[in-house]
């Protein structure tokens, strides 16, 4: 495979990333809108929101078989328009049913789109033999960003759903079919089916301490979009203008710290960075915990993101090194402990402020991300800093 193809291939999937940043910013950004639209009651708002992460749990095994048959560029070249169309459809519809089924079709869509980008992303970083993840990572968090303007944009001039999602989707759905064709994979389809006939199951007991963290740094993750505007006005007092600023924060540290995480693997190796941001993470917590004003508070999210931001990308990074025939079945599993990790970490943190405080609240997930210290050797040995296991000199790398 040329150099000048794995580079249209890694800036074809960085799009991808960049794309869905942006869709799924649009979604979870205009919630408020979307149960304004279409009537959902308080009581029925959390039954739609746990939906969409169990269909894209659903979506993820389901893609495990699909991939068997067919590579993950295919089902991602079909995913990722089928959520964009999902999305206009959230905006467009009028009837609670209509709502139903448009979030259904995203929810399961974009499972399958998750679960094939980090493929491929994992299968690129090998061809590339070195780490690029963290890259991919930070076009999806500067997508989110970009999203989350064009979100408080339709929002401040008063756009209907349909006219704020309208111009996003028109513009990023023909880039991403088209820079579909340029999507690549690492391996040709005969080294592929060489490696699953030596090595190709994955075992549970082995990928059970990624999975782990996965769902530890989801539950972080969403602890900080879920209650970090809350924590800031009921909690330490600031401004609701104010209280709006640690997620936007979060999202520049999270874009900051990918931007030059590969530089760290590279440099240090993915246990030593996996550690750094766990312990970092654990830190932005116990600041936000302990905090007496609303800036100690944005700086502890500020941490945070610098923290959390490298732990995803790597995780799903080592589970391909630990199951180099089976890659793609060990990320579809991975993926679904992402959502794992979503579902669970609102809820938690919310029950444990109301019944004790939030205060205490988050010191949970702090222990959580503390305890992906216990399994940092899973992310791989030394030889991992540079290409997962399938090294080549540095004269050599393309990009």
Not at 19 to 29: E, I, K, N, R, S
Not at 151 to 173: K, R
Not at 239 to 262: C, F, H, I, K, W
């Amino acid at each position: 495979m040329t150099d000048a193809r794995l580079r249209h291939g890694r800036a074809s999937l960085a799009l991808s990333f960049f794309v869905q940043g942006v869709t799924f910013a649009l979604l979870v950004t205009r919630i408020p809108a979307i149960q304004d639209r279409y009537g959902i009651s308080d009581g029925l708002l959390p039954v739609f929101l746990a939906a969409v992460p169990i269909l894209a749990g659903v979506g993820s095994v389901v893609t495990e078989k699909v991939v068997a048959r067919v590579r993950p560029r295919v089902v991602l070249r079909w995913a990722q328009p089928l959520v964009l169309l999902a999305l206009l459809g959230v905006g467009a519809g009028s009837e609670l049913w209509q709502a139903a089924v448009a979030l259904g079709v995203f929810g399961l869509s974009v499972g399958a789109l998750d679960a094939s980008m980090n493929m491929m992303g994992v299968s690129l970083q090998r061809a590339y033999g070195r780490s690029i993840m963290l890259g991919f990572h930070a076009a999806y968090s500067l997508g989110g960003i970009a999203g989350a303007s064009m979100a408080w944009a339709g929002a401040h001039w008063d756009l209907t759903l349909l006219v704020s999602y309208l111009p996003a989707v028109v513009l990023l759905l023909p880039g991403a079919f088209i820079g579909s064709r340029w999507y690549v994979e690492g391996k040709a389809e005969d080294d592929r089916q060489e490696t699953e006939r030596q090595g190709g199951s994955v075992s549970f007991k082995l990928l059970m301490p990624l999975c782990l963290v996965m769902s530890f740094a989801y539950i972080g993750d969403s602890t900080v979009s879920n209650w970090s505007a809350k924590y800031l006005q009921d909690v330490l007092g600031s401004s609701e203008q104010l209280s709006t600023v640690p997620y936007n924060v979060y999202m520049v540290t999270t874009l900051l710290g990918r931007a030059v995480g590969d530089f760290g693997v590279r440099r240090f190796g993915a246990v030593a960075v996996v550690r750094f941001g766990s312990v970092l993470a654990a830190a932005g917590f116990a600041v936000v915990a302990v905090a007496s004003g609303a800036w100690i508070g944005m700086l502890g999210f500020t941490m945070l993101g610098l923290g959390l931001c490298v732990i995803v990308p790597q995780t799903f990074a080592a589970a391909g090194r630990m199951f180099p025939g089976a890659s793609d079945t060990a990320i579809a599993r991975l993926n679904v402990f992402n959502y794992v990790g979503f579902l669970v970490g609102s809820p938690l943190v919310g029950a444990l402020g109301d019944a004790w405080s939030y205060r205490g609240a988050m010191l949970v997930p702090m222990v959580l991300v503390l305890a992906t210290l216990v399994y940092a050797k899973s992310f791989g040995s030394e030889p991992a800093r540079y290409g997962g296991g399938h090294e080549r000199p540095r004269t050599v790398d393309v990009g």
